[in-house]
Structures are given as C-alpha cells and as structure tokens.
C-alpha cells in the first residue's frame, strides 16, 4: 500500500508493501543492487564452500548493509572490518579449543552438545568485544559461530579475510555512486 495512502488511514508503517522512493529512484535501487551482487559473487568465489554457508551467510548480510545502507555506522569500514576481524579471531580460537587443542576433554558423545555451547560462548563474546571496540557489525557474529562450528582451516581463514577486504573495497571504490536506499 503506497505510503500516501497508510497515512490517511492511519495505518502502522509496517502495512506498507513496498518502499515508494524506488519508483522515483529506480535506477539506484537496481544499480546498487546489481553492485552488490558483484562483489558478492567476487566474495563467493574466494568462499565457495557448503561447509562455510554461515560464513557466506554473514559476507551476504553484510553487503546487504555496505550497498543498502553505506552511510549507517554498521557500514563504516571500522564496523565492517573490525566487527568480522573480532568474530573472526574468537571463532578461531573457539575452533582450536574444540577441535585442535586436544585439552578439552569432551567425549565423542557430548561433543555435539559441547560445540552448541561454545558456539553460543562465541557469539556472547564476540557481541560484547563488539560493544567494547565500538566495532559493532551484526553479520560478524555470524563469523563468529561460522569459525567456531568447524576445523580451522589456514586457506579458510586466509580466504576470509580477503573476502572481507573485498566488501571493503567495494564500498570505498564506488563510495562516489552508493547512497543509503531508504
């Protein structure tokens, strides 16, 4: 419902179906969406795994917030980049303790029951080093359970980190041609 018309009934703004700025917008909206689902697929390509949708999964939510919202504080490169870096560094060191280090002693019965707590650990630190920072990024903590969840892989964390750049580049290279689609 066109938002002229929920205002004259005075209707919640959440009736509203559609978002009336893209039909005088269009071009934006579609030229931002495509962007986007460039350099995600240049993302994809670095992380192509099954294994890593969760981390493919918060790479998508955070482009969603580079091309959709570039101006928010969630967009800015400190956010981006230090919130995935965070959740990055401790789902790794949550992926050693569980899998690596050998000194958590977890028989194979209970393993599963093991991973869902320290993941849930994971995600808890990983939003309050967040808060702390002043890094907040909503889809890092997405990286956070992503790492802790499976074998840490030096090629995996490496590609990772690159895939994030990319996003980051994304965003300064075309800085000039993104606004905030709202």
Known sequence: MPRQMSRRLHLPLFVELYNVQFFRLKTRYLW???LAAVVMLIVMLMVDSVADAVLAAGLGSSAVIV????????????????GHILGLTVGALTSFALFHAGWVPVPDSAHHWAADVAAAMTLGVVILLMSI???????AAATGLGFALQSLEFTLVMLFIAAVL??????????AYIRDLD
């Open 32 to 34: 931002q969406s495509a």
């Open 133 to 139: 920072t002043d890094t907040e990024h909503p889809p």
């Open 67 to 82: 091309f959709v919202h570039p101006n928010s504080s969630s967009a800015a490169l400190r956010h981006l980049v230090g």
């Open 166 to 175: 990319t996003l980051a580049a994304g965003k300064v290279i075309f800085r």
